[in-house]
């Protein structure tokens, strides 16, 4: 009885350092055979249960770009846009990035992009989006509840822009 | 076994009757575009037609006199002279600043019929003209007024609400959630008026476009709740030809039995879907 006293009351300290943890997002962008390829501009984001936008992880465009012409095409990310990068500055620190070669790709996010420690507990969706100039524009969700019981790990794929989506809280 | 054959077969055909009368004549407008993103000089353009298939100029154009273009700021004012070709009309409209533009057809035509020595005429002209068809020593004269309204929404950059206030004459639709922000799988909500008044339990449609790519109309039927509005999940991405009439089943023509007056509503609108 009291042990489990003592055991509840380190229970916060060990949920708050779990959400202190970098979550982790591997993605695949598939090798297409087309006569034009570029490489996708990508949105990463934590959506909240009414779709609206928790925080912006990533967006990788052509940052390099003379004059910021990458950021023309930035709203080609339509869902991203509309929800959050007509009102965002570009380039935004930490989370404006280059673009990525087909193949899979992974990436790491500290709580101070997530915002995850500060998320208040419910189901959330890790959603990412890409968009090729010439090509197409996928989005894929992958869902999960928050704070994680134990480890976090969830999974979805897309179809033609984006394979396999795999994320993880360590 | 004869007779159950016979039965389908009627039933067959009484169908296929009905599908036909679905693909009646269409008015309607298409905007080029709804959502233009450009620092550059923005313009639109709308094609008009009355034609079987929707959004496919088939028939014959749409007489786009008295077209006016509703800023963003609220000012009304007329649009520019359109090339009427033989199958479509074809206005282009500049957009000098952002915001959401509303462009509108709005009519009140007359029909009517009198009896002069014995024999029946009909005649249609315009609000104004109606009076001067109607000689003297007509008999029997009726008259049915109908007044119609079209619209569709585009916006440059950044939408906006000042060009959606309603005009409170007429039917029309006041769209709640933005004419221009509609996206699949996202609720909607938007209400109708009558001469500025809700209309509660009013049936209207809504059909997307490309109905020859797919055989059935695909229409959506909604009606308002109480209070004149309807609520209702975004179908899927397309552009779609919303439509309303008051009376909600009045026959079409003016009827030889009806009323020696009567006011007829319609309205229609041509918005756009977009996905996610």
Do not use: C
Not at chain 1, 104 to 128: E, H, R, S
Not at chain 2, 251 to 276: D, V
């Amino acid at each position: 009885m009291k042990l489990s006293r003592t055991l509840a009351l380190t229970l916060p300290l060990a949920s708050s350092w779990a959400m202190a943890a970098d979550l982790t997002v591997k993605f695949d962008l598939p090798q297409l055979n087309v006569a034009e390829y570029h490489k996708p501009y990508v949105a990463i984001w934590i959506e909240r249960a009414d779709q609206t936008i928790a925080s912006t992880l990533s967006v990788l465009y052509d940052v390099k770009k003379r004059d910021n012409a990458g950021e023309k095409w930035v709203k080609d990310l339509r869902t991203w846009w509309r929800k959050a990068g007509r009102d965002a500055k570009l380039p935004i620190d930490g989370v404006s990035g280059a673009t990525r070669p087909a193949g899979t790709q992974t990436m790491n996010f500290g709580p101070a992009i997530t915002g995850l420690d500060k998320l208040p507990a419910g189901d959330y969706k890790l959603v990412i989006e890409a968009a090729r100039e010439g090509g197409g524009r996928e989005l894929v969700r992958v869902p999960f509840a928050w704070p994680a019981k134990g480890k976090l790990a969830a999974s979805g794929a897309g179809k033609e822009e984006l394979g396999a989506v795999a994320i993880a809280v360590q | 076994m004869h007779t159950t054959t016979v039965k389908k077969l009627v039933l067959a055909v009484s169908l296929a009757s009905a599908a036909l009368a679905a693909h009646a004549h269409r008015q309607w407008m298409i905007p080029t575009t709804t959502v233009i993103e450009s620092d550059r000089e923005a313009w639109v353009t709308i094609d008009g037609a009355t034609s079987e298939g929707l959004f496919e100029a088939d028939f014959m154009p749409l007489k786009l006199d008295g077209l006016t273009v509703t800023d963003p700021d609220g000012a009304t004012a007329p649009a520019p002279a359109a090339t009427v070709g033989k199958h479509r009309s074809t206005v282009d409209i500049r957009l000098p600043k952002d915001g959401t533009y509303r462009i509108t057809l709005a009519a009140v035509n007359v029909m009517g019929s009198y009896k002069l020595n014995g024999e029946t005429k009909r005649f249609r002209a315009s609000e104004q003209a109606a009076q001067n068809e109607i000689p003297a020593g007509a008999a029997e004269v009726r008259r049915t007024t109908m007044v119609q309204r079209q619209d569709t929404f585009v916006t440059l950059n950044k939408a906006s609400a000042g060009a959606l206030k309603p005009v409170g004459r007429g039917l029309e639709m006041v769209a709640v959630t933005h004419p221009n922000e509609l996206h699949a799988g996202d609720k909607a909500r938007l209400r109708f008026l009558l001469d500025g008044k809700p209309l509660p339990n009013f049936p209207f449609s809504m059909i997307p476009g490309g109905v020859r790519y797919r055989g059935t109309a695909g229409e959506v039927r909604l009606t308002t709740d109480a209070n004149g509005e309807a609520s209702f999940t975004l179908p899927a991405p397309n552009m779609y030809w919303l439509s309303a009439a008051y009376p909600a089943n009045a026959p079409r023509g003016p009827g030889a039995e009806g009323p020696a007056e009567s006011k007829r509503y319609s309205y229609s609108a041509t918005f756009e879907i977009l996905p996610e």
